[in-house]
Every structure is written in C-alpha cells, then in structure tokens.
C-alpha cells in the first residue's frame, strides 16, 4: 500500500507556508534514506506546500486549517505509527534541520541505545541572540528536571523510538508540544540522547510568535516545579 512505513523509518515534516523551502527537505531526506516514508503535514498552508510535497513523493496529510505544530506533528506520527513505522524522524519544513544528519539521530535508536535522540545545535553567533538565552535557559531546565545532560531543549529535530511515540502524547497543539513531550519523556524515564547536528538560522521567518508561545513554553515547565526547585528524586 503507498504510504506504508512497514516497520522501517518514517520521516514527519510539519509545513505551513513552506511551498519555497519543503521540496529541498523532503528530497534531502529521501536521499539519506531512500526506503523511509516521508509524511509531510500540510497545516492549512494558503500557498503550494501541499502540492510541493506530493510533487517530491512524500505523504502528505492536509488540515483544512492552521492547527499549529504540535497538531501538525501529532497527525504525522499517528499515521506513521499506523503505518507500522519502528522509528519516527520528526524536522521542520524551513531547512534549518540537515536532512543528512538524519541517519546520526536515527543509529542509537537502531542500536538500541536510546528511545528518544535529539539533534542538538551549538548556542553560536548564527543563533540569534534571544534565541540563544532562552535555548540555554529550557536547556538546564530540562537537565534539572530530567536528571541528566539536555544540550537542546527547543529542538524539533528528533528521533523517536516507536515505544516512545507511542507512550509520550502531549495535548499542547503548538510549539509548546515539543517541550511537553521532552519533559514528558525525562520524567518517564525514557533514554534520551542527544547529537551534535549544524546551528542553521536562515530563509525564511520562523513562525513562533514570541509572546505567545513563550508563555505557552513556560506552562509547560511550571507543571515540573518541584523537579526545578528540588530536583529529581
């Protein structure tokens, strides 16, 4: 059946608004991993993402409006799961995360090393400098809270184990998801890893909309306070 993940690796790429950047991504993707199924999640895009990704062979599951990342993300990995895929990929549409990083996030998993394996960007010069504090700031957030080393907390390039797919669902629908499911893992206990993957801040805009989801984010850890304040115990 087209589409089927059939136990192997399956890449998740939330879009919106990502007609100019998203064949890149999925043709990076489909030349590091030629046998994955790539699913990209069209988030109610007003212009040609839908068709840019069909064009280039992937999967692509469309909202009939925008529902945000989490939502986007939620939808591709529930149709990889169903698919049967044994390791999900999850990377943004913009071509800031390097589709030829993608086998470096995925080989812990397959060694069975890791449930969950983060693709961890370097705090330098081409991360704006905003972007840098509050990156160093969820960073050792998470550390605290999960007991261990999280160089990258924001990241959205990941790979997840299918056992942690399966148990970790966050109900946030937009950028909060990431951090939710993060922290979920941590305190699960799951094995989270993380790689060394380029600090790419380029084309176009980001889609986070500052205060927003800032304040979503911090929702997001007060409900570890305890972890924060006295650690995990």
């Known amino acids: 059946m087209p589409g089927r993940a059939d136990g192997a690796v399956a890449v998740v790429i939330p879009a919106y608004q990502a007609a100019a950047t998203l064949g890149a991504v999925v043709t990076g993707a489909r030349q590091v991993l030629p046998d994955a199924t790539i699913y990209v999640v069209d988030d109610g895009s007003g212009d040609e993402t839908g068709a840019g990704g069909r064009g280039k062979g992937a999967t692509v599951l469309a909202h009939p409006r925008n529902l945000g990342k989490g939502a986007a993300l939620r ?3 529930d ?4 698919d049967g895929a044994a390791i999900v990929v999850t990377l943004d549409a913009d071509g800031q995360h390097p589709p030829e990083d993608i086998p470096r996030l995925v080989a812990p998993i397959a060694r069975g090393e890791a449930d969950v394996v983060l693709g961890a960007r370097a705090r330098t010069g081409a ?3 905003a972007r840098r504090y509050t990156n160093w700031l969820s960073a050792a ?6 007991d261990c080393v999280v160089p990258d907390a924001q990241t959205g390039f990941r790979a997840l184990a299918r056992r942690a797919a399966e148990l ?4 946030e629908t937009r950028y909060d998801f990431e951090a939710a499911f993060l922290l979920e893992a941590l305190t699960r ?10 600090t790419v ?3 176009r805009p980001s889609h986070f909309r500052h205060w927003e989801d800032t304040w979503r984010l911090a929702r997001v850890f007060t409900r570890y306070g305890r972890r924060i304040i006295f650690g995990a115990r």
């Open 127 to 129: 991360m704006p400098l």
């Open 168 to 171: 970790v669902r966050p109900r």
């Open 141 to 146: 957030l998470a550390s605290r809270i999960g």
């Open 75 to 77: 939808t591709g990995i």
């Open 201 to 203: 801040y380029a084309g």
């Open 189 to 198: 206990g799951l094995r989270v890893r993380s790689v060394p993957i380029a």
């Open 79 to 82: 149709r990889a799961l169903a």
